[in-house]
């Protein structure tokens, strides 16, 4: 079955760094678009990323643009979310969510998230 | 941007009876509309999608209607597992993002 698993989440300060990683199997994930999105503590579900299958198209949500960057590894079966100038405000579980059959629509499996904290 | 709208932001319901959660887009979306539960602790799972079609292993008592900019999810016989909170969120935007609604907690009473 399909299986996501995110990891690199962790206690960052502010303007530091981190990247995390969504691990897939169960799927080919070389086919497949991928998409992230976060929830900060008590709160709803923010979109932020999608890159499709090949890496050749990348979206992201605006007020993110610039300073996360969405990437992959077709040969390790590994999705990428690069978070630099981290702010507190973008304390939250982080998911990794595979795409429709289309890619772009919806998520239709979803990874148990992995947490990052900005605080100094 | 699409606004998605839910309401009520809390239900409370007896186990085995009805729930009906609303989702109202700030413009036309047609029926790219998705819905997720996710229980405390854990990931979202996708209920359904196109506004009314059930997701794989989803059990019968969940249904999706709506179009345009008015949707519904009905539960009819809420079981303990049911007690949640479910988003929706729509797709119809280009260049892809998605945007949620703010989420309904379905309470037991």
């Known amino acids: 079955q399909v299986q996501l698993v995110e990891s690199g989440g962790g206690v960052v300060q502010p303007g530091g760094s981190l990247r995390l990683s969504c691990a897939a199997s169960g799927f080919i994930f070389s086919s497949q678009a991928m998409h992230w999105v976060r929830q900060a503590p008590g709160k709803g579900l923010e979109w932020l990323a999608l890159i499709s299958y090949d890496a050749s198209n990348k979206y992201y949500l605006q007020s993110v643009k610039g300073r996360f960057t969405v990437s992959r590894d077709n040969s390790r079966n590994t999705l990428y979310l690069q978070l630099d100038n981290l702010r507190p405000e973008d304390t939250a579980v982080y998911y990794c969510a595979q795409g429709d059959r289309n890619g772009y629509n919806y998520g239709v499996s979803w990874g148990q998230g992995t947490l990052v904290t900005v605080s100094s | 941007e699409i606004v998605m709208t839910q309401s009520p932001a809390t239900l409370s319901v007896s186990p085995g009876e009805r729930a009906t959660l609303s989702c109202r887009a700030s413009q036309n979306i047609r029926n790219n509309l998705a819905w997720y539960q996710q229980r405390p602790g854990q990931a979202p799972r996708l209920l359904i999608h196109?506004?009314?079609t059930m997701a794989t292993g989803i059990p019968a008592r969940f249904s999706g209607s709506g179009s345009g900019t008015e949707f519904t999810l009905t539960i009819s016989s809420l079981q303990s597992e049911d007690f949640a909170v479910y988003y929706c969120?729509?797709?119809?935007?280009?260049?892809?993002?998605?945007?949620f609604g703010q989420g309904t907690k379905v309470e037991i009473k």
């Open positions: 196109g506004a009314s």
């Open positions: 969120q729509q797709y119809e935007n280009w260049p892809p993002t998605w945007t």
